[in-house]
């Protein structure tokens, strides 16, 4: 059983900068992807920055530039680097696992494993 604990949520003003992190537990597969969404209130939850088990990334248009998805194998974790941060930014943010490849265009219903969320607040 795949179990993620996320950690490193907070609130930051516009322009700061957040590390989030994710540990990864129970999985011994090589061919995976996890990925980072987000879920502000009223709206569906969103794609944000996927990697797949040989390191190839995708992001959301608008993160690109300014979020780097990372994971450290030997410590079976993974990271959300975000910098130049915007009040559009704040949301909750889950990671997710699934076994096999990751999608073009990441979508909720494509991972069966997420942690329990961690909060970033933005503040202009």
């Known amino acids: 059983q795949v179990q993620l604990v996320e950690s490193g949520g907070g609130s930051v003003q516009a322009g700061g900068s957040l590390r989030l992190s994710c540990a990864v537990f129970g999985y011994t597969y090589s061919s995976y992807c996890m990925g980072w969404f987000r879920q502000a209130p009223g709206k569906e939850r969103e794609g944000v920055a996927t990697?797949?088990?040989?390191?190839?990334?995708t992001y959301a248009d608008s993160v690109k530039g300014r979020f780097t998805i990372s994971q450290d194998n030997a410590k079976n974790t993974l990271y959300l680097r975000m910098n130049s941060l915007k009040p559009e930014d704040t949301a909750m943010y889950y990671c997710?696992?699934?076994?096999?490849?990751?999608?073009?265009?990441?979508?909720?219903?494509?991972?069966?494993?997420w942690g329990q969320g961690t909060q970033v607040t933005v503040s202009s």
């Open positions: 990697i797949y088990s040989h390191g190839i990334t």
């Open positions: 997710a696992f699934r076994f096999g490849y990751c999608y073009t265009v990441p979508a909720e219903r494509d991972f069966g494993y």
